[in-house]
């Protein structure tokens, strides 16, 4: 049994005895320390910046950083830089930009751009005179939070609405301030949290030094950014008459196509399996691009998938349709994201990624990662309706196979050859394989 | 104005070529090459590696690589690789595993751990008759499908059941066939996809070949796995009695806290805009723990926040309560994962992963992601409702403001001293820096 007992103090030791002791867990300590050592980057100053980012740094991960080039929005065209381990979803990004490319590209806009945060707390006074008073108290916040948001009103942001909500059928007394922000090119997630902790503590302040209200009627519980950005959205589409569209497929019509298409995403409309699944594939795209530009891809993720259950039911977040014979697929989505601040511009490859992509402002990338959720998603449903997905996906995913079968180039490209008409799955390339071996032998 | 003209054969050129025309976009096109390269790992198989996940691979893309210790999940500890770029993640992650492994640790089970998948279909025959057939063509498809399950038949897994779903209010016609599945230790999703195909080609064949049916009548749609996992589900738990929550925190009484605790997560059951961002802090810890090992964090992300939205409102995933003196913070969510298959093995660093928590089985790994995100829930929730989440967030995040400010390590040193009791802030930061530096300067 390996050693696995409590560790204290942990964080306070250097690097190397943590790499130590989490390699000492391994059946190959020394080759694990070695392996992990292999992914540091060689110049120190660049590796003390990714160990700064998190706490506990050992090694680093290696995604693949690739590119999907033909992206047209709005008639700029970009390479979009996609960060993802998945075999098949730049292929997918790609093919499905260079489809369009032709067709006019993606049309984009941001349709608002609004953070949110809330301040919860419980109200055991005179509800009635504490919403008369609201006008009041509102220009008070803004006054006590001058500190935290003069810089941002500098920059043309700051905060917007101010909201009282009482909700007692949630929580006896509870209350929210909901406050709706503008950050600019921030996320913002710091600004709204330091925001609203001031509003917290201005509340006090307030109710203390106002007569007729008592502080002690206010107990805050919670200060913080809601990642449900319903107000922080973008539109995405693409377009094109039925007649441009029949090459769109070896095997269908173009209204056939497209008939089989707006049936498939329709389905996702009305299916939470299918949905889930469906806006699965978006995210693919999306997170792609959210992780290449240094953003945060939970935010995202939960953002989206709320919203899709925003009616009651969840939902597809895309939508198809045939209207006078032009074929339009749309998604509308939360994309709450920054072009400066956090990571984007402190990890090395992220702050590429943006100038690969011509320094876009948040709104330009919030458009970008919106087309490349919809070039996903629009990639994926084809593959679905026509071929099957299995065998893309899976010619893909021969080389995942022959990796893990080490195979050597030779014999990896005697599999491609052989399996270019054929069904892969992991047992026939392995059984391919053994024959190629077992031949050579004999 | 940078060349971003159309590329055609892209995917075709050779990686130092892609490379080229990605860096010309920069203002600094002979740095860029120099960064990208720099990132690729020094031994060239394991770059092949990296490089045949994805397509048009340039560079790699390093997250930290990180672990949490003391994680004690029914009894054994594990060190916990977690793979997150967000700076109070892994620090939260182990100050709550600390905290609880002196208090019995998490509690876990996997409640059940069937995939799913759907053949959807229009069928414009006589429904009744095909539901009717039914129990003929599922043995049909389980034959018809054998060349594709019997490995996962001789590793206990395989089709569980396949239900005939009539929805004529979606479409005209539709039909699925919802299909359960066991894929044991792997995530199952091209085992499941490939079964789907068989399914939609046995379905023609049946129908084509049974008297009193018409394959025309047939119109296979799309075969695809869902990520829709409720029958995929691990629940996990601590628990304490009030008496030992004493020392919680400093501020609060252990019912106090608990309080306070138990209304913030009650919160997070009514109001969307609290849920997304309550749920948004268990991924941060569940995600890390998917990137570390291999797994797929969109199908994970899709899965979670669709059953969120189960009972018609977007809601927390995890619960808690007092009863007799007892508290406990549980969390239920899918988490359909594996072990094997996939990139688990393929990746490096995800294969060790895999050795650092013991080579768990696909269940284990369930319930080590669920604790991963329960103790992120745990200690996000406790920050909000004690201290506030930037008090901690912007400690963790000075080192990023230092970064950015390029302070050497004398003078960041410095800045931790000078703001270890006080409020963090860019600007704050930037000021007294300067400050520093100009001090230095007379």
Redo the contacts between chains.
């Keep these: 049994m390996?050693n696995?007992?409590?560790?204290k103090g942990?964080?306070k030791l250097p690097v190397s005895e943590?790499r130590k002791?989490?390699a000492s867990?391994?059946?190959d300590a020394a080759a694990?320390i070695n392996?992990?050592e292999?992914?540091l980057?060689?110049?120190p100053e660049?590796q003390?910046?990714?160990?700064?980012?998190?706490?506990?740094?050992?090694?680093?991960?290696?995604?693949?950083?690739?590119?999907?080039?033909?992206f047209i929005i709005n008639g700029?065209?970009?390479?979009v830089?996609m960060?993802?381990?998945?075999?098949s979803?730049?292929?997918a990004a790609?093919s499905a930009a260079?489809f369009w490319?032709s067709r006019g590209g993606f049309h984009a806009h941001v349709k608002n751009n609004k953070k949110?945060g809330?301040l919860?707390f419980l109200y055991r006074g005179d509800i009635n005179k504490l919403r008369t008073a609201m006008p009041g108290i509102e220009e008070f916040l803004r006054r006590y939070a001058k500190p935290?948001t003069q810089?941002m009103e500098k920059r043309g942001g700051g905060i917007l609405t101010i909201t009282l909500k009482h909700?007692p059928e949630?929580?006896d007394h509870?209350c929210?301030l909901?406050v709706e922000f503008d950050t600019k090119d921030a996320m913002g997630a710091?600004f709204i949290?330091?925001c609203l902790?001031e509003f917290?503590e201005g509340m006090k302040s307030y109710l203390r030094a106002t007569a007729g209200f008592n502080e002690n009627d206010y107990e805050p519980?919670?200060?913080?950014?809601?990642?449900?950005n319903d107000q922080c959205i973008v539109h995405v589409n693409v377009s094109s008459p039925l007649e441009l569209l029949e090459e769109a497929t070896k095997e269908l019509s173009a209204e056939d196509f497209v008939r089989?298409f707006i049936?498939?995403v329709?389905?996702a409309g009305?299916?939470?399996?299918?949905?889930?699944?469906h806006?699965?594939g978006i995210?693919?795209g999306v997170?792609a691009v959210i992780?290449?530009t240094?953003n945060?891809?939970?935010?995202i993720?939960?953002?989206?998938?709320?919203y899709?259950?925003?009616s009651?039911?969840?939902r597809s977040l895309s939508t198809a349709t045939v209207e006078d014979g032009i074929f339009t697929f749309s998604l509308d989505m939360p994309m709450a994201l920054g072009t400066t601040?956090?990571?984007t511009?402190?990890?090395?490859?992220a702050s590429?990624s943006l100038?690969?992509l011509?320094n876009p402002s948040a709104e330009d990338l919030m458009m970008i990662a919106g087309a490349a959720g919809l070039a996903n998603n629009f990639a994926a449903v084809k593959s679905?309706?026509t071929t099957?997905?299995?065998a893309g996906?899976?010619r893909?995913?021969l080389?995942?196979i022959t990796?893990?079968l080490k195979a050597t180039q030779e014999e990896t490209q005697k599999i491609k050859d052989h399996f270019a008409g054929q069904?892969v799955?992991?047992?026939a390339v392995a059984a391919y394989l053994d024959q190629l071996r077992n031949n050579q032998d004999s």
């Design positions: 390996k696995k007992n409590i560790q942990f964080s943590k002791i989490a867990l391994c059946d694990a392996q992990m292999s992914f980057h060689p110049v660049v003390q910046v990714l160990e700064g980012l998190s706490e506990n740094t050992i090694s680093n991960y290696p995604l693949p950083y690739n590119v999907a080039p033909n700029t065209t970009y390479m830089p960060v993802i381990e998945e075999s979803v730049v292929a790609s260079r490319a949110a809330q919860h935290v810089n909700r949630v929580w509870y929210q909901h710091n949290n330091s902790e917290s519980l919670m200060a913080i950014l809601s990642n449900y089989r049936m498939a329709h389905i009305s299916d939470v399996s299918r949905a889930t699944t806006n699965k995210m693919n997170d992780l290449a240094g945060d891809f939970r935010a993720e939960a953002g989206a998938h709320a899709a259950a925003r009651g039911q969840y601040g956090g990571l511009r402190l990890h090395p490859m590429r100038q690969i011509g679905l309706t099957g997905i299995q996906h899976m893909m995913h080389s995942n990796m893990q069904k799955s992991y047992q």
